[in-house]
């Protein structure tokens, strides 16, 4: 059973700060993190879940352009952890925010975490 726990998320007035956090605890991902592509991905209200970032097992990165310049994917194997670094943060960020592994069809993966909300309003 996987299970990825994300936490982090706050309430952030425009041009703030936060740091993500995404654990895996238990299931594959957990067992054979190091190898896994990971992504972090976002859900705005209304909308559909969108791909923010992705870094590979050999740790190579890619963001959305609509982050690119303001968001930073990174990992920690021995922690099993990934994170995402959020700056200069715009309301349009406001969505709650999951991780996951990252593959091309990773809109059909049946496990998602319970995320982590992201509010950007002054």
């Known amino acids: 059973q996987v299970q990825l726990v994300e936490s982090g998320g706050d309430l952030v007035q425009p041009g703030g700060s936060l740091r993500l956090s995404c654990a895996a605890s238990s299931g594959t991902i957990f067992a054979f993190f190091r190898l896994f592509n990971m992504g972090w991905y976002r859900q705005a209200p209304g909308k559909q879940r969108e791909l923010v970032a992705t870094i590979t097992a050999s740790e190579s990165t890619d963001y959305a352009n609509s982050v690119k310049g303001r968001f930073t994917i990174s990992r920690d194997n021995a922690k099993k952890t990934v994170y995402l670094q959020m700056n200069s943060l715009k309301p349009e960020d406001t969505a709650v925010y999951y991780c996951?592994?990252?593959?091309?069809?990773?809109?059909?993966?049946?496990?998602w975490g319970q995320g982590t909300q992201v509010t950007v309003s002054s």
């Open positions: 996951n592994q990252h593959r091309p069809d990773w809109s059909n993966l049946d496990y």
